[in-house]
Antibody, heavy 118, light 108 residues
């Protein structure tokens, strides 16, 4: 079975940093792009970033470009999201999702909560 | 950036009813549209991709249609487990991948 499990969330102060991890299993990891999608409290879904199967190409939403870095380690089947210069508006549940055909999020983790507050 | 607009924001319906949710794109996206279901406190679940293809394990009562800028998700006979929020998402022209604001299907 395909499984995706996020970790690394927590409470941080504005300006701080955090690294989220996403452990995947049950599929040929290097064959799939992986993405992060976030959901602010009481709001809808917002795409954050995608990394190709090889890790060679990354994409970011304008709202996080320059502050967030997505990466992956294929041998350990893990995706990371490094978040720097945290802002209050980064407070959200962050979901990791397998990205099918570069277009659709077909398997999701349960999410990890990031709270930015002083 | 392609803006996705969903309507209605809230839909009140009873079990057994047929319901139709709408999603409109600000420009043509071909058939590059997906629908997701999200229940409270849970991760989203992919229901439909490429406008009309059901994802693995999705019941036949869910169907999608449309192309260009107008899309619909239909639930032929609403079940109790279908009360949730539904999101559409385009993937024709990205980045960014964009979602609609969601339609909440609630019990009448």
């Amino acid at each position: 079975d395909v499984q995706v499990l996020e970790s690394g969330g927590g409470l941080r102060q504005p300006g701080g940093s955090l690294r989220l991890s996403c452990a995947a299993s049950g599929f040929t990891f290097s064959m799939y792009a992986m993405s992060w999608v976030r959901q602010r409290p009481g709001k809808g879904l917002e795409w954050v970033s995608t990394v190709t199967g090889s890790g060679s190409t990354t994409y970011y939403a304008d709202t996080v470009k320059g502050r967030f870095t997505i990466s992956r380690d294929n041998p350990s089947q893990t995706v990371y999201l490094q978040i720097n210069s945290l802002r209050a508006e980064d407070t959200a549940v962050y979901f990791c999702a397998r990205t099918h055909d570069w277009r659709y999020f077909d398997y999701w983790g349960q999410g990890t909560q990031v709270t930015v507050s002083s | 950036e392609i803006v996705m607009t969903q309507s209605p924001v809230t839909l009140s319906a009873s079990p057994g009813e047929r319901v139709t949710l709408s999603c409109r794109a600000s420009q043509s996206i071909g058939s590059n549209l997906a629908w997701y279901q999200q229940k409270r406190g849970q991760a989203p679940r992919l229901l439909i991709y490429r406008s009309s293809t059901r994802a693995t394990g999705i019941p036949a009562r869910f169907s999608g249609s449309g192309s260009g800028t107008e899309f619909t998700l239909t639930i032929s006979s609403l079940q109790s487990e279908d009360f949730a929020v539904y999101y559409c998402q385009q993937s024709n022209n990205w980045p960014p991948l964009t979602f609609g604001g969601g339609t909440k299907v609630e019990m009448k």
